[in-house]
């Protein structure tokens, strides 16, 4: 079993940067692999970043593509989503999600993960 909790979501300016956290319990959490989702309001959850745990090799749709850094300490227990020249289409409340192991399903899809956290705002001004 797995608990996350996100972090670092506020409001920013356009063009501004924030760092979420998400900050996993249990020893094992170095061997899953961790995505974020961002869903705003009256819109679908949207794959924003994931990385594998065995490669380390990370994921991006093109709208966050250049912009957003997925990263992990593991002896933190902690996975990081850098994002940078943010917009205010950025505006939602982001999630991160873990899957043991490798994925089992495609790693942009919800249903690829197990486990989830309760989430953070992000909003973005113009």
């Known amino acids: 079993q797995v608990q996350l909790v996100e972090s670092g979501g506020g409001l920013v300016q356009a063009g501004d940067s924030l760092r979420l956290s998400c900050l996993a319990s249990?020893?094992?959490?170095?061997?899953?692999?961790v995505g974020w989702f961002r869903q705003a309001p009256g819109k679908e959850r949207e794959f924003v970043a994931a990385?594998?745990?065995?490669?380390?090799?990370?994921y991006y749709p093109d709208s966050v593509k250049g912009r957003f850094t997925i990263s992990r300490d593991n002896a933190k227990n902690t996975v990081y989503l850098q994002m940078n020249s943010l917009k205010p289409e950025d505006t939602a409340v982001y999630y991160c999600a873990a899957k043991g192991g490798s994925y089992s399903a495609p790693y942009y899809s919800a249903r690829a993960y197990d486990y989830w956290g309760q989430g953070t705002q992000v909003t973005v001004s113009s």
């Open positions: 990385i594998a745990w065995s490669t380390g090799i990370t």
């Open positions: 249990g020893r094992t959490f170095r061997t899953y692999s």
